[in-house]
């Protein structure tokens, strides 16, 4: 069998307490997760007084969910609007998948032999997602009926400590996957919005959006990579963390710039990992109660029913709790893989544990990567739909307006539209009505135990 990397895993670098030698400090040294602090200043107000036009163009930073079912809902309203996202396979953010046949997986984490094993598919962000609000049960039924999504039937549940699995159905109804994984259903969205809407959206990626600023009588014109990406008329910042914190800090919309600084996040490991033969468990899916290290695990192969050659290959993804990720951050970019290696180690271990068997007892991986999320999941939210600040035409989507999962980062991204589609015809400070969420306070999702999974954590909201 082939095996990914030559050198054998190697064992925990905490033990034995030589800080110099752990590679998660040495990756680590310099960096800091501060997060940007400014001081809002409520003079700095823009109020656009002129109408907002039919025609007038929207800006949207960020084309995960809610940027693009942000982008679809103002298209189905007649607005145009332009979204600007990172990704270079695809949008979708948080919706990501890797795979062999994209390139996507890192050639370096495999060797040869291992790459020519096509197949291997693994969903490293959002794991599963249900359906309660009827906005959002109106498109995933259309999903379904294009064949993008699908139920996900096999066994899901809780494994206790010692390794016992309990069997649950979702308190929201079915579970539903994307039938190619997470990051299709984003390609999907992102087809429909060049094919079905090709006149009023553009899609531009990938591309960092690194500065807005207002233009007198003219709107917000977008900065990145050094030049100028045009002038709208609205801007919907549809990503969270310490980029959007940057991009709004010092302009004109000083009440949506303090939600966004209220604003926490947990943050995740997540482990890609190919078995060559199969493991000894009978569930699918489970999150894992009283691990300091695991927080979810999954069969994609099953999920999926993805076919491989040998047929026995399965590939897991395994998520870690946030108390295990903070402990073990490093900037996200390019993790060494002694870190890699460490992580991986330190993850499996603690899956042996949690199914309740001896490491060796777990088939040698044939192939893993990690990925650190740092903004993985909100710890708090505002409790809102949406943001908006409708005097500055400045407003925000995403999950953490109202959750931590994909239904309210859909919601977001439709009610934000509506309230933007609504404002036409309309200017000066005489639009209050339609801001949202500019000063709600701001709860707590979960307490921030230290076995708090980002998988239980999902599906609070
Ligand atoms: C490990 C993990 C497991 C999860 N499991 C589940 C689950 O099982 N079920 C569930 O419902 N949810 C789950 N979630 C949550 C779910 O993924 C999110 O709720 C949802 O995808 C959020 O979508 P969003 O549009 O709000 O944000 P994001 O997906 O984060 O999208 C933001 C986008 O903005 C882009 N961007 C950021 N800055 C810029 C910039 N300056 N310029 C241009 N683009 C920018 C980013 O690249 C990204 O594509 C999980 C999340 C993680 C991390």
């Known amino acids: 069998m082939p095996t990914v990397r030559p050198q054998p895993f190697r064992g925990n670098a905490n033990q034995g307490g030589n800080k110099v030698s752990d590679p998660v400090e040495r990756a680590r040294k310099g960096y800091r997760n501060s997060w940007s602090r400014y001081q809002v200043d409520l003079r700095k107000q823009v109020v656009w007084e002129q109408p907002f036009r039919n025609e007038a163009s929207v800006a949207i930073i960020g084309g995960g969910l809610s940027g693009l079912c942000c982008a679809l809902e103002l298209a189905k309203q007649g607005m145009r609007s332009t979204v600007f996202d990172t990704g270079q396979h695809s949008c979708g953010g948080r919706l990501a998948t890797r795979n062999t046949k994209d390139g996507s997986i890192r050639k370096s984490f495999l060797q040869d032999e291992a790459y020519s094993m096509s197949g291997l598919y693994f ?40 390794g016992s699995f309990q069997s649950s159905t979702s308190s929201k109804g079915a579970r539903y996957v994307a039938v190619q994984g997470m990051r299709s259903l984003a390609q999907h969205l992102e087809h429909q919005l060049s094919k079905q809407y090709s006149n009023l959206v553009q899609v531009r990626r990938p591309m960092w959006v690194g500065k807005m600023e207002s233009i007198d009588n003219q709107g917000w014109r977008l900065m990145g990579e050094g030049k100028s990406l045009g002038i709208y008329d609205a801007v ?226």
């Not at 609000?133 to 494994?159: C, H, M, Q, Y």
């Not at 590939?315 to 996200?332: D, G, I, R």
């Not at 009610?415 to 400070?429: D, E």
């Open 236 to 461: 919907v910042i549809a990503h969270n963390g310490k980029c959007a914190n940057r991009l709004m800090g010092p302009t004109g919309a000083p009440l949506v710039a303090q939600q966004l600084m209220g604003l926490r996040l947990s943050a995740t490991w997540a482990l890609m990992v190919a078995f060559d033969s199969p493991l000894p468990v009978k569930f699918e899916g489970a999150t894992v109660v009283g691990s300091n290290v695991l927080s979810w695990v999954a069969n994609n192969t099953a999920k999926l029913d993805l076919k491989h050659a040998p047929s026995s290959i399965s590939c897991w993804t395994m998520t870690s709790t946030n108390e295990y990720a903070q402990a073990n951050k490093v900037p996200q970019e390019a993790v060494p893989s002694e870190v890699q290696d460490k992580i991986t180690s330190e993850m499996l271990d603690a899956f042996a544990a949690a199914i309740g068997v001896k490491r060796a007892d777990i088939p040698k991986p044939i192939f893993y990567q990690c990925q650190l999320w740092g903004a993985a999941l909100p710890l708090n939210t505002p409790s809102v739909e949406c943001i908006f600040d409708a005097q500055s035409r400045v407003g925000v989507a995403g999950d953490w307006c109202s959750g931590s999962n994909m239904q309210a980062a859909a919601i977001s991204g439709i009610s934000l539209a509506g309230r933007i589609a609504a404002l036409r015809g309309r200017g000066g400070s005489d639009v209050q009505d339609l801001s949202l969420g500019l000063t709600s306070p701001f709860t707590q999702l979960m307490p921030q135990k230290r076995h708090v999974t980002a998988h239980m954590q999902n599906h609070r909201s």
């Open 123 to 162: 969903d490293h962000g959002a794991q599963y997602f249900s359906a309660s609000d009827s906005r959002f049960v109106s498109l995933v039924n259309e999903w379904l009926a294009e064949g993008v999504i699908k139920e996900w039937v096999g066994p899901v549940g809780t494994l206790m400590p010692g």
